[in-house]
């Protein structure tokens, strides 16, 4: 049972324009959700998170939306660079004593940035 | 000087055939992880350790054992190999009580023939 998705496989965006990665999740008790950026042959890394108090957070180019009621993040990327090109995961995690630190990660969506 | 390294990067191996991963920290992190990512690409926690304690222990086959000799080390032997073990294993690190401090390994793909 996928509690998190990221119903999206792949995005295409020209440099320079902006780059909206959507997640969405099943589980209320999740309360504080992180975005990953993957490149091949590597490990993921820590982009930018976002805890249930707020509706966004912002870092430089990267923004997170989050709609509670809807279940609902979103990434936002602007202006698109060529090194943005990469797997982009969204995951989920509660801050309940038994599921802290476990996160639950979407199926990624592949982000190409084109001149 | 990579901070969380894991070894080998690639392993072939055999059905049936018993298989270790290691991965190393220099974080001085206390908190370590395996997941694993499947042919769907979902990353799925198996294990979690804490100052060497399983704390998190999803629902895997036993085949699958971790050890933790020190709070930088966080082993994984997998047992009588099948092919749908098959997959990409990533450990990570993470400060307890943190999970923006979260860093992954470059992951090892191992492939069961």
């Known amino acids: 049972d996928q509690q998190v998705k990221q119903n999206s496989p792949s995005l295409s965006v020209q440099e320079g324009r902006i780059s909206i990665l959507n997640c969405d999740y099943t589980n209320s008790m999740f309360d504080y959700f992180l975005w990953y950026k993957k490149y091949p042959a590597e490990g993921p890394t820590f982009l930018i998170s976002i805890s249930s108090i707020k509706d966004k957070n912002e870092d430089g180019r990267f923004t997170v939306f989050l709609n509670k009621s809807a279940k609902h993040l979103s990434l936002h990327i602007v202006p698109s660079q060529p090194g943005d090109s990469a797997v982009y995961f969204c995951a989920a995690s509660s801050m309940t004593t038994d599921s802290w630190g476990k996160l639950q990660f979407g199926a990624g969506t592949q982000v190409v940035v084109t001149p | 000087d990579t901070a969380v390294s894991q070894t080998p990067k690639y392993l072939v191996t055999q059905m049936g055939n018993d298989k270790s991963i290691k991965c190393e920290q220099n974080l001085g992190h206390d908190t370590m992880y395996w997941y694993k990512q499947d042919s769907k690409k979902f990353l799925k926690i198996m294990f979690s350790?804490?100052?060497?304690?399983?704390?998190i222990n999803e629902t895997v086959p036993n085949r699958f054992s971790p050890k933790s000799p020190d709070k930088a080390h966080l082993n994984l032997h997998i047992n009588s190999l099948e092919l749908g073990d098959s997959a990409v294993y990533f450990c990570a690190a993470s400060e307890t009580g943190t999970l923006t401090g979260y860093t992954f390994g470059s992951g090892t793909r191992l492939t069961v023939v």
């Open positions: 350790y804490n100052n060497k304690e399983l704390i």
